[in-house]
């Protein structure tokens, strides 16, 4: 049974840093062969892919969050990181891992995780 788990939200001031983690399970050793993002969904606000990072280990953001956003995955620990650097109140969100590969219809989401950023 496949299983995303979110960790590594919370309250963090307007400038301050955070990673989020998500620990993916059920995949056994062929989480490499997904594609995987983080995308996230603020107050009153629709849903916006965030971030992606392709089984070739491609990294993309989207503009509004380059230079201080990092996506990596540990294909070895099944697990995806956000590094969130200088961050900003309209970063606050919910966020959620997804992994995916579209060309087997695979599409996997995690419950999300809370990010609130306010002085």
């Known amino acids: 049974q496949v299983q995303l788990v979110e960790s590594g939200g919370g309250l963090v001031q307007p400038g301050g840093s955070l990673r989020l983690s998500c620990a993916a399970s059920?995949?056994?050793?062929?989480?490499?062969?997904?594609?995987v993002a983080w995308n996230r969904q603020g107050p009153g606000k629709q849903r916006e892919l965030v971030a992606t990072i392709s089984r070739d280990n491609i990294p993309t953001y989207v503009d509004s969050v380059k230079g201080r956003f990092t996506i990596a995955r540990d294909n070895a620990k099944n697990t995806i990181y956000l590094q969130m650097n200088s961050l900003k109140p309209e970063d606050t969100a919910v966020y959620y891992c997804n992994v995916y590969r579209v060309s087997y219809g695979m599409d996997y989401w995690g419950k999300g995780t809370l990010v609130t950023v306010s002085s």
């Open positions: 059920g995949f056994g050793s062929i989480f490499d062969i997904y594609d």
